[in-house]
């Protein structure tokens, strides 16, 4: 439990997160900070998730972003 004492994200779920960048940046902005498809055509919260979530190097690359 000590290793998260300084971890802001202990304890947020990727849902929360992501709705969080959503409300602050819009789609938009997310597209075109993050560039993916998810994010870009037709983007919903489900969507997304379900893309960074199963989606190897999305798991990999996601963890910079959060």
Same mark, same amino acid.
Request: hydrophobic residues 40%; contains cysteine; positive net charge.
């Given at each position: 439990?000590?290793?998260?004492?300084?971890? @802001? +994200?202990?304890? *947020?779920?990727?849902?929360? /997160?992501? &709705?969080? +960048?959503?409300? #602050?940046?819009?789609?938009?902005?997310?597209?075109?900070? /993050? @560039?993916? &498809?998810?994010?870009?055509?037709?983007?919903? /919260? *489900?969507?997304?998730?379900?893309?960074? #979530? *199963?989606? @190897?190097?999305?798991? *990999?690359?996601?963890? /910079?972003?959060?």
């Amino acid at each position: 439990m000590s290793e998260q004492i300084n971890n @802001p +994200l202990h304890g *947020k779920t990727l849902e929360a /997160i992501l &709705n969080f +960048l959503v409300e #602050k940046y819009g789609w938009e902005e997310l597209g075109d900070r /993050i @560039p993916v &498809n998810c994010f870009i055509h037709d983007p919903s /919260i *489900k969507s997304s998730l379900t893309f960074l #979530k *199963k989606t @190897p190097w999305a798991r *990999k690359r996601w963890r /910079i972003f959060i």
